[in-house]
């Protein structure tokens, strides 16, 4: 069965750090892209950044783009978001969410079909 | 990066046909085929229901369908249940394997 548990939030001050964490178990997880995927609180969803199956490729959405570090660590099974300089508009739960697998050819299956539970980040002072 | 646009609400009553629409760009949903649809319940995760703008996954009712026409993907849900009411989020790969969401739309079965 497949299963993401995210780990991390909490409550940050304004300009804070947090790191966040994802532990994946039933999957081979080195063979997919990862991603991480925010809700602020009611309203919708949003694409925050994502990680290619060996760390060689990241891309992140504009607005965190020199504050958020995504990473993973195959051996453990893990993935990671390193938030710096929050804002409260970072204020959401975030997701880690499996993403489609790529060969080294082709990627396949562009979705998210696992999700965590999510982890509150609430950025306030 | 902006969010593609979903109307706010829609409704049905059971036994209907719903469909909500999902507006993009030609630089997102008009330029793949790799629109993707969440069903989401009160403080729950996100699920899969449609991917790859008319694939369903394993275990995902056929009354659930998916299709698009230029820069606009749609999701119809047919023979309405009251376990559909949810919000419903598309999304849209976006090029440079960046993924772009809409707004979200709220389904209220009547």
């Known amino acids: 069965e497949v299963q993401l548990v995210e780990s991390g939030g909490g409550l940050v001050q304004p300009g804070g750090s947090l790191r966040l964490s994802c532990a994946a178990s039933g999957f081979t997880f080195s063979s997919y892209w990862m991603s991480w995927v925010r809700q602020a609180p009611g309203k919708g969803l949003e694409w925050v950044a994502n990680?290619?199956?060996?760390?060689?490729?990241?891309y992140y959405v504009d607005s965190v783009k020199g504050r958020f570090t995504i990473s993973r660590d195959n051996a453990k099974n893990s993935l990671y978001l390193q938030m710096n300089s929050l804002r409260a508009e970072d204020t959401a739960v975030y997701y880690c969410?499996?993403?489609?697998?790529?060969?080294?050819?082709?990627?396949?299956?562009?979705?998210?079909?696992?999700w965590g539970q999510g982890t509150l980040v609430t950025v306030s002072s | 990066q902006s969010a593609l646009t979903q109307p706010a609400s829609v409704s049905g009553s059971p036994g209907q046909s719903i469909t909500i629409s999902c507006t993009g760009t030609s630089s997102d949903v008009g330029s793949y085929n790799l629109v993707s649809w969440y069903q989401q319940h009160p403080g729950k995760a996100p699920k899969l229901m449609i991917y790859e703008g008319s694939k369903r996954p394993s275990g995902v009712s056929n009354r659930f369908s998916g299709s698009k026409s230029g820069n606009t993907a749609s999701l119809t849900i047919s023979g309405l249940l009251a376990e559909d009411e949810a919000d419903y989020y598309c999304c849209s790969y976006a090029g440079s394997s960046t993924f772009v969401f809409g707004g979200g739309t709220k389904l209220t079965v009547l």
């Open positions: 990680i290619k199956q060996d760390g060689s490729e990241k």
């Open positions: 969410a499996r993403d489609r697998y790529c060969s080294s050819t082709r990627c396949y299956d562009y979705r998210f079909d696992y």
